[in-house]
């Protein structure tokens, strides 16, 4: 089966199973896993923070984010079609107590005017801004890449108002690697971010949470009160450590066949390609059968792919490319697009 619905569904290397199975291992909830803390330093050490916590999913990373930025009764800045705003399940409103403004981006990408004029003026009876946050890559527009100067912009502007920004960065090694840049370097000056180490990546379980040592130091508090205190976790951070190691620059090649996957299903008249920037291809169905019926079609062929917007688009179609996905698997998949949509 060729699986194009997510880079989540990766299975470790063996490499990274051996990495697994002799991890050196303590109870984190006592700081006393060393595999736990060596990949804070190292993640930390990447992204150019003073220190990282390891978390079990990026919406709990995200999540303790909020919570350490924020407090009740405050707003938060983010783009209409932002992971946090649209799939995190409310949990900013239910968990932290504040309430998200979101701004209706060309791309994923909103700009520094636009939080200028989102930012609450202080008045008493007005919900103040609490936060700013931004994605990179932008999962909902396509892996697109947030511009590292319009980033910097935004930056400025919250900081000017004293308001801390946060990047959700799930995927943001992808877009490092797109840019052919260090990922310190398209991080610098935010307050704090999240990534992924199971999504283009490859490891099974576990995202990363990096800022200040106050802020994570906060961050652990919280991280518990959410249910996120693990013990002998440096199982699964010996399989974030491995990917930190041996994933990051092939991530270049899941581009490439993202483009080249792109390229062949753009011959196909009935569908519309969005170019990518990274590893997610958008695929609108022009005319013909809906993203569902499709999507069932090409399971009963060996592909799966999935509807985008978590099935709220049904003329769209959602295929990302990850390390279980190789050339000759995409080249199939696009014969396979063409047999289904022959004379359509």
Same mark, same amino acid.
């Given at each position: 089966?060729?699986?194009?619905?997510?880079?989540?569904?990766?299975?470790?290397?063996?490499?990274?199973?051996?990495?697994?199975?002799?991890?050196?291992?303590?109870?984190?909830?006592?700081?006393?896993?060393?595999?736990?803390?060596?990949?804070?330093?190292?993640?930390?050490?990447?992204?150019?923070?003073?220190?990282?916590?390891?978390?079990?999913?990026?919406?709990?990373?995200?999540?303790?984010?909020?919570?350490?930025?924020?407090?009740?009764?405050?707003?938060?800045?983010?783009?209409?079609?932002?992971?946090?705003?649209?799939?995190?399940?409310?949990?900013?409103?239910?968990?932290?107590?504040?309430?998200?403004?979101?701004?209706?981006?060309?791309?994923?990408?909103?700009?520094?005017?636009?939080?200028?004029?989102?930012?609450?003026?202080?008045?008493?009876?007005?919900?103040?801004?609490?936060?700013?946050?931004?994605?990179?890559?932008?999962? *909902?527009? /396509? &892996?697109?890449?947030?511009?590292? %100067?319009?980033?910097?912009?935004?930056?400025?502007? #919250?900081? !000017? =108002?004293? +308001?801390?920004?946060?990047?959700?960065?799930?995927?943001?090694?992808?877009?490092?690697?797109?840019?052919?840049?260090?990922?310190?370097?398209?991080?610098?000056?935010?307050?704090?971010?999240?990534?992924?180490?199971?999504?283009?990546?490859?490891?099974?379980?576990?995202?990363?949470?990096?800022?200040?040592?106050?802020?994570?130091?906060?961050?652990?508090?919280?991280?518990? *009160?959410? /249910? &996120?205190?693990?013990?002998?976790? %440096?199982?699964?951070?010996?399989?974030?450590?491995? #990917?930190? !190691? =041996?994933? +990051?620059?092939?991530?270049?090649?899941?581009?490439?066949?993202?483009?080249?996957?792109?390229?062949?299903?753009?011959?196909?008249?009935?569908?519309?390609?969005?170019?990518?920037?990274?590893?997610?291809?958008?695929?609108?169905?022009?005319?013909?059968?809906?993203?569902?019926?499709?999507?069932?079609?090409?399971?009963?062929?060996?592909?799966?792919?999935?509807?985008?917007? *978590?099935?709220?688009?049904?003329?769209?179609?959602?295929?990302?490319?990850?390390?279980?996905?190789?050339?000759?698997?995409?080249?199939?998949?696009?014969?396979?697009?063409?047999?289904?949509?022959?004379?359509?």
């Amino acid at each position: 089966m060729i699986d194009l619905r997510s880079d989540t569904v990766t299975k470790p290397t063996p490499g990274m199973r051996r990495a697994m199975a002799e991890a050196e291992v303590g109870d984190d909830v006592y700081g006393e896993d060393p595999t736990v803390n060596r990949l804070q330093e190292r993640a930390a050490e990447l992204l150019g923070f003073e220190a990282a916590l390891f978390v079990p999913s990026g919406t709990m990373g995200n999540q303790v984010a909020i919570a350490v930025h924020t407090r009740p009764g405050q707003e938060v800045i983010l783009e209409a079609q932002s992971h946090i705003y649209n799939v995190e399940m409310a949990t900013l409103a239910r968990f932290s107590g504040v309430q998200p403004r979101p701004l209706p981006g060309q791309r994923g990408v909103i700009t520094a005017d636009q939080v200028r004029a989102a930012i609450r003026p202080n008045l008493y009876y007005l919900a103040q801004t609490g936060l700013v946050c931004l994605e990179n890559t932008h999962n *909902a527009a /396509g &892996g697109t890449i947030f511009p590292l %100067g319009v980033a910097r912009e935004v930056l400025a502007v #919250a900081h !000017a =108002h004293g +308001i801390p920004v946060h990047l959700d960065g799930a995927r943001i090694f992808n877009a490092a690697v797109a840019l052919g840049l260090p990922v310190s370097e398209l991080v610098r000056g935010f307050d704090s971010v999240m990534f992924c180490l199971s999504k283009g990546l490859g490891a099974p379980v576990g995202s990363v949470l990096c800022g200040s040592r106050e802020f994570i130091a906060e961050a652990r508090r919280v991280r518990k *009160a959410l /249910g &996120g205190g693990m013990r002998q976790a %440096g199982i699964l951070a010996a399989a974030g450590l491995y #990917a930190l !190691a =041996h994933h +990051i620059d092939r991530l270049a090649e899941d581009h490439e066949n993202a483009r080249l996957l792109a390229e062949g299903l753009a011959q196909i008249p009935c569908l519309s390609v969005t170019p990518p920037e990274t590893n997610i291809v958008l695929v609108e169905i022009v005319r013909g059968p809906t993203a569902p019926e499709l999507a069932e079609r090409l399971k009963r062929r060996g592909v799966l792919v999935a509807p985008a917007g *978590a099935g709220t688009e049904p003329r769209k179609l959602r295929l990302v490319t990850h390390l279980d996905v190789s050339r000759q698997d995409i080249l199939r998949t696009i014969d396979l697009f063409w047999e289904e949509l022959r004379g359509v």
